[in-house]
Each structure stands twice: as structure tokens, then as C-alpha cells.
């Protein structure tokens, strides 16, 4: 087992904490209920149970609160953008924190439409535990402010991904380095990851280490990944494996995190 | 070749008879339509392509009778609960009953929905061939009952999954301990059994036979896949080429059957 | 590196047509919107990242436009037919056309619906720069006219794909015989096949050699593809592979045309 190759005993405590959430997951298997986009409802399902969570996908308005009352995590991804998605997200998110359960919102792609971006600002008001969006998007939510900033202001976990990922709740940031370039030809990595956070804090209490968790796990897995694939068919395949695999000595030795 | 791992003549007979069902899938090529959830239609899809069968999945009011007037038999899968899918259902059911060709109800997480299971409810007075669930829902369907009795009454066969599947018709009754662990952590891989189901009961007149074929079928390409998968991403590959490349060998040398 | 397997001038260039193409969407890295059906969706998305195109999917009506817009290309692919995707397709057509850019009309089983075969036939009003389909689905658009003539009339660019493919623009024809026979056995690898064609007329203004071009990349990616699946999940996965991978040497090497 190698030293985590950041620069601190936070970042040696983020990788320790991945691997304790990992365990954790296996566990508990939380209940992750996820209104998500056509794309993606597949990866996300299968990146939730390969992690041991349990995902369930309904938008249906006569069915959508008893799946959030029995939910651990809800996650809220605007990248199919219909009236039933919308409803089902408002009703799903008024369930959740009337049971004060964590939510995490995926803003896809509202640098690209001007109706999405207006209602993922609406979103902003239900006080999402955490938003991990792309660094386009960001500037889309969040115009000149620093995440730093952003994540202040609305007392959330901003988590800015791209090469280097950045999770940062105002007063502690991380910065993690694994992943693959892979990550960006598979449709729906992104949104997939965003299903792994709404997982991760259903388990972990502190909300920056669940999400900065989880980057790191999905990360680690894509290196891992990266190493076996053949191109961006085996990757999609392999990232899975990884994930179901995933150990403690693995987190530790490849964790490449600074604070 | 072994001799199956059972234990009556009876179970002899079924691994003959799924051997003799899968070559018929491959020469008939029966249709398949499928009203199924948006999680689940593409490994459906997949699952149908691979042993033979040919699949369609519209839901559209328009044109949802045209398939099913064409389909040697039909899945009806609760998985997304929408007004159009229960038009649809509606629609097709009555179609394809008045072809006197078979359908099979999926009612998937009815235990944790209750308009689902009041509509799979509904749709037990027009008599499916048969009904796939877990053991949750089938105590939401069917209360106390025995498996057998339920069966007996609404004249129907019915298989409940899980580490050993049971199916029965009321009169007679086989359990199946053929599975691998991974197909719990690949989503809609029930859904896609229930659509095999479908397709064996295009071309196998008994039901009972058809629907414990495609569970011995679908087991055994599992226990196959499971033995060359490092997770959940290569068993969701493998159990697909595995499907489309058993042979009467094989299933006769794999089944783990007991009546 | 061999000589192309065809036996004119026309095929040496289609083969060096195909190759540049290859290299050029990795560097435009074209926008293509997508109207599609939920089956195809995810692969249709993983095809065009695998070459280097960017994806979009959306069909709600408050965003259509937007995203149509910034499009390179378009593909309308009748697979699920709603009332709202059929909105979104008469809204992303008119966007494109009054920017002059190409679409392609991908009429999937259109021999199967009549509605759907109406709805293509008022399609064709608009001026598709391409129709991709199988024989059935020609026969039941075109009727006895020849594709040479139908293509001329229609002052379009018609593929019919099978075992081989026929491109024409009526004045110049090409066949193309590479592909695999595991291609059937996967779902929506033509729906995915017609995206490409979307990329590829994206990057070449002719679109005879665009389509042409894109079919045989596609065809040779699936003839690696095939030497190394054992079944159709393999094979599912390694085309994605072997359109990441593919280079101009294989493409001179594996093309097989005739004009």
C-alpha cells in the first residue's frame, strides 16, 4: 500500500474516508431515488448497484413522493428537460427535505438552453446538499462568483468536474486528479457520478466528504478502468467492474487528491 | 455431457424441452412486443436479439394495436408507470387476447407502489399466461396464498425469482437453482427475463414448460456469464453472448432443477 | 497495408474519402442533434462520441430549437413515435434547413405503421440530404421506383443496408459489403449507423461521399468488431472500440466496394 499521493492529512483522511463510504455502501445499500434524463437512466442504475445502492428511476406523478418518502437520497438531473420531469422533481425534492434527507442537483447542459438554467436557479431556493456540475454550466449557475463563494452563499457543496475535479462547501476544498480521458466518450459518466454522490450522502453525515467520496471513488475506478479498455466500449464495461471492486488499499494507493 | 443435476424424470424433461426451445427460438424467430419501462428496453431488446426473437417496444396509441396484431406474444412490464404504457397495455392486451396468443405481466415494485398494484390487479381479470415477480410482490399480489393455489385459481402460471426461482401452475411445479449473484447488480435483468418468457411462450403451447424453460435458460446463461465476469459490467456483456450461444450440451450438463 | 478490395478509381477514393473523414470528425468534433427513439438513445450517443462528434438528444419543445440551432447536423429517426418528438422533428428541420445544414431521415419501420410511413412521406417535403433504411423500409417509401431514381426525383442521397450496402445519389452508386452478421443481433446499431451518417455530413459537404463514407466506417468497425466477439454483448462493445481506434491504414486495408 502506497502513501495517497496528495500533500496533507486531510487529503490521507479524504482517501481513508472513500474507503470507509465504499464499506459503507455495501451495507447499508441506501435507497437512491433518481429523476434523471432518458440518456442516462441505464449507467446511472447500473453505477448505483455496483456500488451496492439501490437505485429506483420513477417520474410517474401518482407514484413519485412514495418513492421519495422511502429514499435515502434523491437525485435531481435536468438533462431531459419535460413538464413531467419538472413535477416530479418538485414534488420528489418537497419529500426528501420534509424528511431532511440529502438532494443533489445535476444542472446538464443549462449553458445550452435558457429554460434550464431558469429553473435549475429556481432549484437553488429547495437548498440542494450538493451540485456537481461541469465547469460551462457553472458559469451558467453561478455568473462571476468563485465556487468557493457560490458554496458559501447557498450553503451547499459545490463540485466542479473536468481533468482536475474541485469540491469545495466555502471553507474546505479538495482538488482530485484521477479519472480517465475515456470518461468524456461514454455518454452519461457525468451524470452517473452525480447518482454515486446522491449515494455517498446518504451514508456520510458531512456532506463535503460524501461528495468529494465520491469523485474520488468514480475517479479512481475510471483509472483503473482506463488501464484495461480498449477504447470507450470496454471502458463503459470496465468502469463498472472496478466500482463493484473497488478496496481500501486500492482508495489509499491511487488517491491523488490535494487540498 | 452430464446428466442434469435433478432429480426425477420430470426434470430430465425440462432441460430437454428448454434445449428443444432454444433451437426453436433461433428457426422461428417469434415477435415480441414490449411495453416495458425506459430502464429496461434496451438490455429487452438485447436479451430477445441474442436468443433469436425479434422485439418492438412502440407505446404509441397510434400504431400499438398494428404491433400487437403482428406479435406471436407480448410483455407487459409495470417498470414505468405512465398513462400512455397503461393506454398502450390496455390496448395490446386486448389485441393479442382476442389472437388467443400469450402475454406476461411483470409487475414490477407493486410492493412499493400502490396505483401499481392496483392496476396489476386489473389486469389479472384478462388472464396473463403468466406473471414474473419477486417475492415482494408477489405477497403484494397475492396475499396469503401458496404460489399454487394462486396459480390454480387465476388459471395462470407463476414464477417467483430469486436465488432459486419457483414456477408453477397450480398442478405442477419446478424449482430452479440455476443464477448467479451479479444478476442482482445489473439493472432490468428481470425485466429482460420476463421478456425471454415472452418468447418461449410464442413457441412452446404449455406454459408451465415455456415459462420454466426460460427461467432454466436464463439461469443457466447467468451461471456462464458469472464464470468469466470480474463484475457487473462484463456479466452484463457475457450473460448476453452466453444467451446466444447455448447449446443443448450445455443446458442439459448445467440444469440445477427439482420439481 | 493492401489494396481496397474494389475495383475502381471511385472505390481507391471512397476508401480515402472514408479515411479522411475519420480524422476530420475527431478534429471538428461535430455537433449532431438527435430525435431518436428511446432504445437507440444510449448507443447512438456512445457512437458519435466514440468518433469524436458531440451528441445531443433533447425533444422538449421549449429547447429544441436552441439546441437545433448550434447543430452541425440532424438526425430525425421515427423509431418512437409521439406527438412530442414529432413536434420537436418539424421544429430541429426548419431550424437546420434555414441554416442550410444537412439532415438525415432514418424511417424505422415504417413497413410496420402506417402512421409512421405517412408521417415520412410528409418528411420528405422538407428535403432530407439523406435516407438511411432497410429494404422493407425503401420498398414501402418508394414503391417500385428504383433507388437511383427515387434518389434523383427526391434530390437526395438513399442507403438501404443489409448484408450490402447500397448508396446512391442516383447518378453515382456505391456498394459496400463490409459488416457483420452480429450487427442484427445487437439493437439499434442502424439507428446508430444513421447518427454517424449525421456526423459525417456534418464534415463533407458532398453528401454522396458522406454517407457513403459513413457506412463503410461503420461496416469495418464491425468486421473488427466480429473477430473478436464472442456474441452479440461482445460485439456491442468492441464497434465502440473499433470506431475510437479505427485509422486510415485499416480503412484502405478492410474497404469493400463496388460502384
Known sequence: ?????????????????????????????????????????????NVLLAV??????????????????????LLVNLGTFDPERRAAADAAIATIRSAARPWILDP?????????AAYAHTLLAHRPSAIRMNAAEFTELCGEASPQTFAREQRTVVAITGETDLVTDGDRTFRIANGHPLMARVTAMGCAESALVAATLAVQPDPLKAVASALLIFGIAGDIAGETANGPGTFGVHILDALFNLDRATILARAKVTS
Open 108 to 116: 446538464v447542459l443549462i449553458d445550452r438552453s435558457p429554460p434550464r
Open 52 to 73: 451496492g445502492a439501490l437505485p429506483s428511476m420513477t417520474i410517474a406523478r401518482s407514484e413519485v413522493t412514495a418513492f421519495a418518502t422511502r429514499a435515502d437520497a
Open 1 to 45: 500500500m502506497h502513501a495517497p499521493q496528495g500533500d496533507s492529512a486531510d487529503v490521507v483522511n479524504l482517501a481513508d474516508h472513500a474507503a470507509d463510504l465504499i464499506e459503507r455502501l455495501r451495507v447499508r445499500q441506501p435507497r437512491v431515488h433518481c429523476i434523471t434524463n432518458a440518456v442516462a437512466q441505464n449507467l446511472t442504475a
